[in-house]
């Protein structure tokens, strides 16, 4: 990637400095970003990324940076806001800190930079070692004739003594326990009738007869008729007690009459 | 080639002298490793080209191959290649088998209780208690499930047979014996007699009794 | 499950009235065989709901083990599955069988070993680490070859995703589990694997990721 200063042990340091300086510029788009960019610079101190001296770091990457800029290269936004920010970081670092000042110290962001630093360098050879490991299909292998597992679905059925019991008394019904059997059918409750008339009442004016009241498909079948009428009748005694309607009859077996009873009447 | 498959022919020493061969055990595991990885079977010619100088696979397939024996999977001969194959009596292993569990039908649990309540019960005796023919595959199902079986034959005119609930059957039920089974006055109690009227109105006999109609009411009923 | 295979226990009665379970060796014959006949790893659950009832797979797991060791084929852990794998020192017999892994960029591989060392991890703490955005291609491909997988939200504001490695992964890389990533104690030890956030105003991604507002531009150049 970059020509490496050390095979040339004659030539002065300066010179290998230089033409590694100038390698760098010429690969910087060879660079993942700014902190790869710094990872590399630190690796010429030859220091332990611990001991790194991040106000050297710093003053070579602004340096690398004014370098670029001169040769007129195109330096991507971050790269220029790295190097803002390592300027900021370096008068931090030689000015006296400012007990007025807000904020984290010199000190700390450079510390958080080394650990950045060391952080990236340590996955990356994370990711080496990663690589060089035994792989599959490349070192090691699966069994090159799998045997085919069939599939098989088996359906298994279930049933409770509850349902037993139930299908049984099901079957049951149909015969000799018949007349026990209320017939829910033909059946309206007290319940459904309240919340019909309760619905209901609001709409009819006058007095109105209660068979009006009879949901459809329930006046003709006698059986429904006859409760359905006594549900009715027994929601609008109930409606009646809680004051919501009043009821008349004219005479005995008369029709029965119901209307809303008016809000405001004391 | 193939002096280096014989060791002992007159130019086994052209392979010996320039390599060592690896130990036996060694060759026995490049063996091994080829031939599970490898996707088909491979003769011993293909394997030698593969080893190092001067093994022997054929050798080393002779102790693998004991090794193998009685094992989960065995070195087996394809014509003239060898392979691992699964022991023949585990092949029932190469099945995945996924389990779901459905409720009985409801044909299904009414047969089932007319048969635990009734047993031992005929086929015709069940179709006039339902109302409905039952399908045989509703019986079968039951069968299959091991719920039921076969009783004895009904010493009447056809001799039909009979269905009874199995041990299987009491099992999954916790009961001890069919006689445990709740009467129908405790069915009633327990407010099962009363929950769902049949769709129809009053069912008389059903269509579908073909098969016995000799069986009376009274022997059908009496507990 | 645990009453089956572990005998002594209240339940035991039950699993070991009806069925009597195969000897040991038996066991092992039939792991062997579930194994050697599949290329995935097959977890101890899958291995018990195959075998016949009061097996118990994982104590033949262990024996089966130790059989294979030092073999030309060994047995494999793989997170909580097991698999058959050739001895890694015999790859160089496997030259027809190697298959060419896609080449994975620079930058594939270290978000590989980001999201290893760090899972779970976000995309933008994958950002942090790099320094660079992470492009969409990337995560796209190491998701594709099975080797990463969305993880549980991080319970940060915006809830971002994370990402972690696969069993895939570890069966590739030869890996037990995730734990035993070469270096990863050393690298926990040096703090290296601790998400530090940056103190203050520190210049962080090049672009902020949309998915974590907690890293916005405007905080980041203050001051």
Known sequence: MMADADFEEDTPLSVGDRLAAEALIIDVDGYEGPLDLLLTLSRTQKVDLRKISV????????????????LRIELAADYLVMAAWLAFLKSRLLLPPDPNEEGPSGEELAAHLAFQLERLSAMREAAAKLMARDQLGRNFFVRGLPEDVTRIRRVTYTASLLDLMQAYARTRTKDEFRPFVMDRDAVMTLEQALERMRGLIGYAGDWTGLESYLPEGWETDPAKRRSATAANFAASLELAKIGQIEIRQGEVFAPIQIRKKARNDG | MMAENTPNTENAEIGESLFEAPPMGEQERMVEAILFATTEPVTVKEMSERMPHGCDPAEAIVTLRKRYEGRGVNLVRVGDAWAIRTAADLGFLMQKETVETRKLSRAAIETLAIIAYHQPVTRAEIEEIR??????????????????????????????????????FLDHFGLENA?????????????????????????????????????SQSEMFEE
């Open chain 1, 55 to 70: 106000l050297a770091l710093a003053e070579q990457y602004l340096k690398f940076i004014n370098e670029a800029k001169d």
């Open chain 2, 131 to 168: 109302g409905v023919s039952v399908s045989r595959g509703t019986v079968d199902q039951l069968l299959e499930m091991e719920w039921i079986r076969f009783g004895r034959r009904r010493m009447t005119p056809g001799r039909p047979v009979t269905f009874v609930v199995t041990a299987e």
């Open chain 2, 179 to 215: 006689r445990d089974l709740p009467g129908l006055k405790e069915l009633r109690s327990a407010g099962l007699l009363e929950s769902r009227p049949p769709p129809g109105a009053m069912p008389g006999m059903p269509e579908a009794d073909e098969e016995d109609p000799s069986v």
